[in-house]
């Protein structure tokens, strides 16, 4: 019953993702201007994270059939961000 939910979760949830990669283009541009702000940890976990939202998004939709759960995983990196106080 579990994985069934799982299943219908995955696919608008992946939609959502997706829709949320087009504000993200221009992030992703602009995180390399915050290496002006110095060699900070936080700094680098910003423009790893912008730089691998995409790859998640991508390897959720290639893998939402097989592991329904890979559709959380871009969550997992925006969850990153916003603890590193970006």
Known sequence: MKRQTLEKVATPLLILWTV???????LAVASLMAV????????YIFIASA????????VGWLLKDKM????FLPAAIIVVWLISGS
């Not at 949320?20 to 221009?26: K, S």
């Not at 702000?37 to 936080?42: E, I, N, T, V």
């Not at 329904?68 to 559709?71: C, D, E, K």
């Open 36 to 43: 002006d702000a110095g060699p900070k940890l936080s700094v």
């Open 68 to 71: 329904p759960i890979i559709a």
């Open 20 to 26: 949320l990669l087009l504000p993200g283009v221009p």
């Open 51 to 58: 730089w691998t939202y995409p790859i998640s998004v991508g």
